[in-house]
């Protein structure tokens, strides 16, 4: 499993807004573009699909933007992975003539799959925000 490219600025364009959700501030396109470094159009595109899953919501308006839809801590990244790349399931059974090795290979790959599929439904966005800060607290601390 990877991380592409689209779900990676999501979770990056979610992390801003995150930080803004006690503030109720709504954040515009260009504002979490230029801070997250996400080209401008692609992430217009990505954050109407987060809308469309109920992840984020938008407000009109000269102090429009777009901010969470709901907590941060209640957001996972397999929640913004199947919002994004839609939910991967297994590959079904093609053909009829399945070899042993391939069924073991099959079963494998699964058990991979349900692991990752944990892993991902137990880290939040509060969780992401948390490493963050305590990452940046470490990049901040000077030695003598």
């Given at each position: ?15 801003e ?6 503030r ?60 994004l790349?839609?939910?991967?399931e ?55």
């Open positions: 499993m990877e991380l592409s490219c689209k779900t990676e600025y999501a979770l990056l364009a979610l992390l807004l995150s930080s803004y959700y006690q109720l501030e709504p954040l515009q396109i260009r504002q979490i573009a230029a801070k997250q470094n996400i080209p401008d159009r692609y992430l217009e595109q990505l954050l109407a699909t987060l809308r469309r899953g109920g992840l984020v919501r938008s407000q009109r308006g000269a102090k429009g933007g777009y901010l969470l839809a709901r907590e941060p801590w209640k957001i996972t990244i397999l929640d913004v992975m199947s919002c790349e839609g939910s991967e297994s590959a079904s059974e093609a053909t009829s003539t399945k070899t042993v090795e391939s069924a073991v290979v099959g079963e494998v790959w699964q058990e991979v799959h349900a692991r990752a599929k944990e892993v991902l439904q137990h880290y939040t966005l509060q969780d992401l925000c948390d490493k963050r800060d305590s990452q940046s607290q470490l990049d901040l601390m000077y030695y003598i």
